[in-house]
């Protein structure tokens, strides 16, 4: 039966209420933004990081201001049992799992391929490619029906020098993206992406710090988009709000830009 979204409202179409949701990385940058905006939109939220006392302030942040169930705990994407163990909590206290994002992921130090140590590659592998993955699995797993949202990049469709290993790691999760959206379809779960552009956030501050202290004017090559400015987190985390509620219910399988026109021109 082919569902009759054309007569519902506005309002209830942008509606998560009596849905539940896990974001993780949710403690700062695009994640916490994003856990905000779930919330206000209805949802109740497990926020998950790495970052155990950073995910409680920002659960009880938002739980303040929304009035909404969001709880936390601390996940490490890179050691599977702690996403089972999140999933299982979700599960148990929140009911059930309609939305999981995909956000934690972790930034390369700069530098070039010809220098690139095994272990360094792996561990990127392992948190950005395998623990989505392994998010993606066990939020399918739990889910009768729903929607997984990956956290690309523009690095995800095109090079960019100096960081090859997380060139590889944006380009895998676009190809996740699609190729678990052929998988669960049939079981009612769409996967989609965003893929953000420049966007201030705590993780990419930490990542230019160093060109910053060599001089380089990193605010003005941030700016450096279509729209003259660099993204902030919300700008991501609207466009995951929307892509998770119905209003994107017959988007699946594709990663949209969120770049202010960085892959455009
Ligand atoms: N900020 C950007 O310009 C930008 C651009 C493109 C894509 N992205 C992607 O968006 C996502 C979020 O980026 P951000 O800039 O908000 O990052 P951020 O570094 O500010 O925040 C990332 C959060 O993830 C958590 N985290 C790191 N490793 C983890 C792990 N192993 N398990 C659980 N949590 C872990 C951190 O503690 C932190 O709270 C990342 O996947 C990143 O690759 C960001």
Request: glycine content about 12%.
């Amino acid at each position: 039966m082919i569902p009759d979204y054309s007569s519902r409202t506005l309002d209830d179409l942008t509606s998560l209420v009596g849905k539940r949701a896990v974001v993780t990385g949710g403690a700062q940058g695009i994640g916490a933004a994003t856990v905000a905006r779930l919330a206000e939109a209805g949802a109740d939220v497990l926020v998950t990081d790495i970052d155990e006392v950073g995910a409680a302030a920002m659960a009880a942040t938002v739980a303040q201001q929304t009035g909404r169930k969001v709880i936390s705990t601390r996940i490490d994407i890179g050691d599977t049992s702690t996403i089972v163990a999140a999933a299982d909590l979700c599960v148990e206290k929140l009911g059930g799992i309609e939305i999981w994002v995909n956000n934690a992921g972790v930034y390369p130090t700069t530098g070039p391929a010809i220098d690139a140590a095994d272990d360094f590659v792996d561990r990127l592998m392992q948190i950005n490619v395998r623990g989505n993955f392994a998010c993606a699995r066990e939020a399918a797993r739990r889910m009768n029906g729903g929607v997984i949202v990956n956290l690309a990049s523009t690095t995800g469709f095109r090079a960019a020098p100096g960081i090859s290993a997380y060139v590889m790691s944006k380009h895998a999760v676009v190809g996740m993206t699609k190729s678990l959206a052929l998988e669960f379809g049939p079981k009612n779960i769409r996967v989609v992406g965003v893929a953000p552009g420049p966007i201030d956030t705590p993780g990419v501050q930490d990542q230019l710090a160093p060109l910053k202290a060599a001089g380089l004017d990193v605010g003005a090559r941030m700016s450096q988009t279509l729209l003259g400015r660099a993204g902030q987190a919300d700008d991501v985390a609207r466009v995951i709000l929307f892509l998770a509620t119905d209003m994107a219910a017959w988007i699946t399988g594709e990663v949209v830009a969120v770049d202010a026109g960085s892959l455009a021109g």
